[in-house]
């Protein structure tokens, strides 16, 4: 099928179609199909076109997920390593706290040490120089880090009697003489008795305390008489409430007769090294 135009204009049009007509004429069907396959041709890239918007959007929501997730990790990060600084901080002063308590700790020994060779050695000290008495009368032992001089009625008084025999203060002499110039020792004087109470009418006694302390500041006095700086030493009376045998023959009751002169190695050092705990 030729088309003609009856105007100037469709004479060039008619050219144009005469060179078209040089090289084929182009059916309406094949036109139809053309222009169909240019129809499918636009939409496919308005939809490739949609899908590239779509997917260029997503692109960027996806970086701009990866940077807050970023920026979240690298703030994460940050305070992990400040918790890190801060954990490492902590643990160098408690390892340096560890290490005085250590030193402290090893301090205390070493004085616990001294003062346990100081009570060896002053055990010894009193010991020789009491070794000429009745080992009935006379002991001398060491118990929770202190030296006990125990001494018998039967050394020291007569019954109910506070003023110490002849003998007795020979040994009390020998006691001062071994522990003088030694101030780091407190002497404790406990006096003990029976339960047998004091004859009634006995002057200047109601009971077994009485009796007790009277003869602990006895020998006290025999003691500071003897050299012994009377701050160092302590009298005390304990009656018959701490007994080492039961009250139920002659022979325990004289056991429970009897004044404990208590050595106590003075622990100031120690207790300012637990005052800095």
Not at 71 to 92: C, F, P
Not at 129 to 137: E, K, P, V
Not at 175 to 187: I, S
């Amino acid at each position: 099928m030729k088309y003609f135009l009856a105007s100037p204009f469709r004479t060039v049009v008619h050219g144009a179609f005469l060179v078209i007509s040089a090289t084929g004429c182009v059916s309406q069907k094949k036109y139809a199909a053309l222009q169909t396959q240019y129809t499918d041709a636009t939409r496919s890239r308005d939809q490739l076109q949609t899908e590239k918007t779509a997917l260029q959007e997503e692109k960027a929501r996806s970086e701009e997920a990866l940077r807050t997730s970023l920026l979240t990790k690298n703030q994460q990060v940050n305070q992990l390593n400040a918790s890190l600084s801060g954990a490492q901080q902590e643990n160098s002063q408690l390892s340096a706290d560890l290490r005085g308590k250590e030193q402290r700790i090893a301090e205390m020994q070493r004085i616990l040490d001294q003062k346990d060779a100081a009570v060896k050695a002053l055990r010894q000290k009193v010991g020789d120089a009491l070794l000429g008495f009745n080992a009935q009368d006379l002991q001398v032992n060491v118990r929770n880090g202190k030296v006990y001089v125990s001494l018998s009625e039967q050394l020291l008084f007569k019954s109910g009697s506070t003023k110490v025999d002849p003998k007795g203060q020979e040994a009390l002499s020998k006691l001062a003489t071994a522990l003088k110039g030694n101030q780091d020792v407190n002497v404790l004087v406990e006096g003990h008795t029976d339960n047998v109470p004091v004859a009634k009418g006995t002057a200047g006694m109601r009971d077994n305390w009485d009796l007790s302390v009277l003869r602990a500041t006895e020998i006290t006095r025999i003691l500071t008489q003897a050299g012994l700086p009377a701050s160092q030493v302590t009298p005390s009376g304990r009656a018959q409430y701490v007994p080492v045998a039961q009250n139920d023959t002659p022979t325990n009751k004289a056991l429970n007769r009897r004044t404990e002169i208590i050595l106590t190695p003075k622990l100031d050092e120690l207790f300012q090294i637990l005052e800095q705990n």
